[in-house]
């Protein structure tokens, strides 16, 4: 991470938008692995969660390579007047995940985040498939794998495959080979 500030390295609790598996929770696991990441459904009520002192920190997403500003991330946090302690770039590698069994030939619809939806979309022009908008990355991966419906996919990080006990049907969906992300890390203001 680069540093804009000192950054406490004491066990804590980050918040993150998303579910178990999702390039928040990734990031988290990888940045802060000394603390206890926490998921939540919306950016806000990450960020809130700092406000609130439920946790120390939360590192959000805020800009994509291939689309930009990440919204409404990146609103909140400059409405919410955060400054960031430290931002990174990663690498965003985004996979096609199914139930076990299902074949590319029998997808039908593919969810995720809107966020994930476009930086994919000359990929998933190519497949007759509908494209159905979800909170987080791996949280339609996770009802993917609940639903048990060969016919719904879900585009996600590849760790969520594992997570949720889904195959791979296609890696490097995104239509940028050099697809980044650049996390934040933001702490409550001392008053």
Do not use: K
């Not at 990734?26 to 700092?50: M, Y």
């Not at 996919?153 to 969906?173: F, K, Q």
């Amino acid at each position: 991470m680069t540093a804009t500030a000192p950054i406490d390295e004491q066990p804590g609790r980050v918040a993150y938008q998303g579910a178990p598996g999702s390039f928040s929770h990734e990031a988290c696991l990888a940045l802060r692995p000394w603390d206890e990441a926490v998921a939540f459904e919306t950016f806000a009520q990450a960020l809130e969660a700092i406000r609130s002192g439920d946790c120390g920190c939360a590192l959000i997403p805020v800009e994509n390579s291939t689309i930009g500003a990440v919204e409404p991330a990146a609103s909140l946090v400059r409405e919410m007047g955060l400054t960031p302690a430290a931002e990174v770039w990663r690498p965003i590698r985004h996979a096609l995940m199914a139930v076990d069994g299902a074949r590319l030939s029998d997808i039908r619809t593919v969810e995720s985040h809107p966020i994930a939806l476009a930086q994919c979309r000359a990929n998933l022009a190519s497949l007759p498939v509908e494209v159905v908008e979800h909170y987080d990355t791996a949280g339609a991966a996770r009802d993917v794998a609940e639903a048990g419906d060969p016919t719904r996919a879900a585009i996600a990080p590849t760790g969520a495959a594992e997570v949720y006990g889904l195959s791979i049907l296609r890696n490097d969906l995104q239509d940028s080979s050099d697809n980044q992300t650049r996390f934040v890390l933001l702490t409550a203001v001392e008053g």
